[in-house]
């Protein structure tokens, strides 16, 4: 996904491993962009998001896989990372429970909302993969 060391994709490396939320956009039956904060997981190729089964975005992602992300900005208008690509739901997915690097980053997450990494996993027990197509930003 980074073709270089630029300054910009070490950046992008670099919060892609420390930030906690990306905003995830599907679109809706109506053509409209619906963007929601969610938890992530980067691996190098691909994102890891759960969510509660039965959601819209799990609706929206069957009916139109052609999604993106970003991170938010730094107030100024700077800091601006955005990639498009293309969703999946799991069919099989790994329980959120059993991705050690998900229950590292999240850890504090979990107490934050009151849940151990198995409970989380349960609530959340689908699993969206976004494999990226595009990165644009500065």
Do not use: C
Not at 55 to 73: M, R, Y
Not at 101 to 128: C, L, S, W
Request: charged share 25%.
């Amino acid at each position: 996904m980074f073709d270089t060391d630029s300054e910009f994709d070490q950046r992008v490396r670099r919060r892609l491993a420390e930030e906690w939320i990306i905003w995830l956009t599907t679109i809706d039956s109506q053509g409209r962009p619906q963007p929601r904060p969610v938890w992530f997981l980067w691996d190098g190729q691909s994102f890891l998001i759960y969510s509660r089964s039965g959601t819209f975005k799990l609706k929206h992602i069957k009916a139109n896989p052609q999604v993106s992300l970003h991170l938010d900005g730094d107030g100024k208008g700077g800091n601006i990372v955005i990639f498009s690509g293309e969703a999946l739901v799991e069919e099989t997915p790994t329980p959120a429970s059993k991705v050690a690097d998900y229950v590292a980053k999240y850890q504090e997450g979990f107490q934050r909302i009151n849940m151990t990494a198995e409970q989380f996993a349960e609530a959340y027990a689908t699993a969206i993969r976004v494999t990226p197509t595009k990165l644009r930003g500065h």
